[in-house]
């Protein structure tokens, strides 16, 4: 069976007359399938919301979608309030918890050197009591002898206490020292990260091009929006390899296969027109819209940048 399909009218061919004959001849015939889909990159940069200490952010200024931008402009700016207000508060703790370090440490200093001088005190006095119990005892009497022994023994227990006292005091020093620099160490990292942050909140273009927002369960991101940490939020598409995907209604199936040619034409641009070549078409057709009876094929064609007129 042969069918033939026209997209003209009699009257729209050149150089006719109503009333002329038409005549047919024999030749081949290609069938023509019609396919809407979106243009797309296949490569792109995109612009991600970075990770910061706070999960979601909020855009404060976004880049007209469609705008050329150069490497290094700024093309996206978060609210960084969350960070900038208590940066100020967590520097003062920083300062005011190194101060009170430093007056601990010269208060501890203080004491330690009180405790050395009390333990250079009874080790002299232990060497006084050990050459005074150190004169024979057939040169003393019995109960000088032994007040000197027991003296002796005195300065002995008074060093080992003082030597106990210093070492004691050192260790719990030490240890609230430690305390000190682990705050200090803390509300710096916490300065750190809030300043990474305020940091990371405004994104530049990695490179030249055309900055394309992302959508959003149906609408393009703006200004005012929040995003969370991760999303893409906006892309640099490299234009010089593009693509388009189309749907192939499941009634038409095996039409369409890889390999095949296509002209694309733009809705933006429909007086130009572009070779292509279909790269893919899925196995299965799936749901046109959620709970939608309706099935499609994902068509991938890829796009000859070169004019065909």
């Known amino acids: 069976m042969l069918g033939l399909s026209c997209s003209r009218t009699q009257a729209d061919l050149p150089g006719y007359e109503r009333g002329s004959e038409l005549s047919v001849r024999r030749g081949s015939l290609n069938q023509i399938m019609l396919l809407t889909g979106v ?3 296949t490569e792109a940069e995109n612009i ?3 990770r910061t200490p706070s999960w979601q952010v909020q855009i404060r200024w976004l880049e007209e979608d469609g705008a050329q931008v150069t490497a290094g402009q700024k093309i996206i700016e978060f609210d960084n309030s969350a960070f900038a207000g208590t ?5 003062l703790a920083l300062a005011k918890a190194e101060k009170e370090h430093l007056q601990q440490k010269a208060q501890n200093e203080a004491q330690e050197a009180e405790k050395v001088f009390q333990l250079e005190r009874s080790s002299s006095e232990l060497e006084k009591a050990e050459l005074d119990a150190g004169v024979p005892k057939e040169l003393l009497s019995l109960r ?3 007040d000197r022994a027991l003296a002796q023994e ?9 030597k106990e006292d210093l070492d004691s005091f050192r260790k719990s020093t030490n240890e609230d020292l430690a ?16 300043e990474e942050a305020i940091r990371a909140l405004t994104l530049s273009a990695p490179r030249d091009g055309i900055l394309v927002t992302s959508s959003y369960r149906g609408a393009k991101i703006q200004e005012g929006d929040t995003v969370w940490a991760g999303f893409t939020v906006a892309r640099i598409p490299n234009l010089e390899s593009m693509e388009v995907e189309a ?24 007086e130009l027109e572009f070779a292509g070549t279909v790269r893919e078409v899925t196995p299965i057709a799936q749901e046109t819209a959620p709970r939608s009876l ?5 068509v991938t064609i890829a796009l000859d940048l070169s004019l065909i007129h």
């Open 247 to 270: 749907s192939l209604s499941d009634v038409d199936d095996g039409k369409v296969q890889a390999g095949m040619k296509s002209i694309c034409r733009l809705d933006a641009y429909p």
């Open 294 to 298: 309706r099935r499609a094929f994902r």
């Open 154 to 162: 005195r300065a002995r227990v008074a060093l080992e206490k003082a």
């Open 48 to 50: 991600v919301v970075p």
């Open 39 to 41: 243009l797309r990159a």
């Open 144 to 146: 000088d002898y032994q």
């Open 87 to 91: 940066i100020e508060d967590k520097k």
């Open 179 to 194: 305390i000190y620099q682990a705050t200090q160490e803390k509300a710096r990292h916490e300065i750190r990260l809030a």
